[in-house]
């Protein structure tokens, strides 16, 4: 099966600086990678995710690139803010199939300081 | 907006005890999902269903079951509660042919 590793487990950043959190993953055919933010008394949500057809995917501060060659993804968050202190997790699957269950990496917990 | 609901958010209760953390959705997602999530933050995928009265067991073994008679709701009971079953409990959804999962806040259970 699919097995995420997530670097680092805790990130504390000044804000205004960016932050990089990265992940590899062992299967070859997982071709979904999301990122979800959890913050303090509520469950997951998705905040963006990538596909393998592309590199790289921007939303406003935040961005994932995927490197398929070497199996790993990052999340840049650019301008860090308060509002982004948060537990952040990687994840993999295949689209379709019987692999289409997410595994998780471990999660980091960011910290803005102000 | 939510549209994935937990109830109780948390719970206190003894040890013997049968507990029932219930989850339902109202966005019609066939797949739905429940993951124990320890101190440490990491997410276990205790059971998951693709729809009704389809369930499988996950990742990591639990004691705890599951059933799903309606497309809605997703309940899962454990009949007799131990210390070790103290944890976060999260429920979540996905459309089917989607990976992306809605998650409930989540309930919070103590067991002592």
């Known amino acids: 099966g699919e097995n995420v590793e997530q670097h680092p487990s805790t990130l504390s950043v000044q804000e205004g600086d960016s932050a990089v959190i990265k992940c590899t993953y062992s299967d070859s055919a997982s071709n979904y990678f999301p990122w979800y933010k959890q913050e303090l008394g509520k469950g997951p949500q998705l905040i963006i995710d990538?596909?393998?057809n592309v590199g790289e995917k921007k939303d406003q501060r935040i961005a994932v690139t995927l490197n398929k060659t070497a199996k790993h993804f990052s999340l840049h968050i650019t301008e860090t803010q308060p509002e982004d202190s948060a537990v952040y997790f990687c994840?993999?699957?295949?689209?379709w199939g019987s692999g289409d269950k997410l595994t998780f990496g471990t999660g980091t917990r960011l910290a803005v300081r102000p | 907006e939510a549209d994935i609901y937990q109830t109780p958010r948390y719970l206190v209760i003894g040890t013997g005890k049968k507990i029932t953390l219930e989850c339902s959705q109202t966005?019609?997602?066939?797949?739905m999902y429940w993951y124990q999530q320890d101190p440490g933050m990491e997410l276990h995928l205790i059971h998951y269903s693709y729809g009704v009265n389809s369930t499988e067991k996950g990742d990591l073994s639990s004691e705890s079951t599951v059933s799903r008679i309606r497309t809605e709701h997703f309940p899962l009971t454990l009949e007799s509660a131990r210390p070790s079953h103290t944890s976060q409990y999260l429920c979540?959804?996905?459309?089917?042919?989607?990976?992306?999962?809605?998650f409930g806040a989540g309930s919070r259970l103590t067991v002592l």
């Open positions: 990538i596909r393998s």
């Open positions: 979540a959804s996905s459309g089917s042919g989607a990976n992306v999962l809605t």
């Open positions: 994840a993999a699957s295949r689209i």
């Open positions: 966005m019609g997602h066939d797949k």
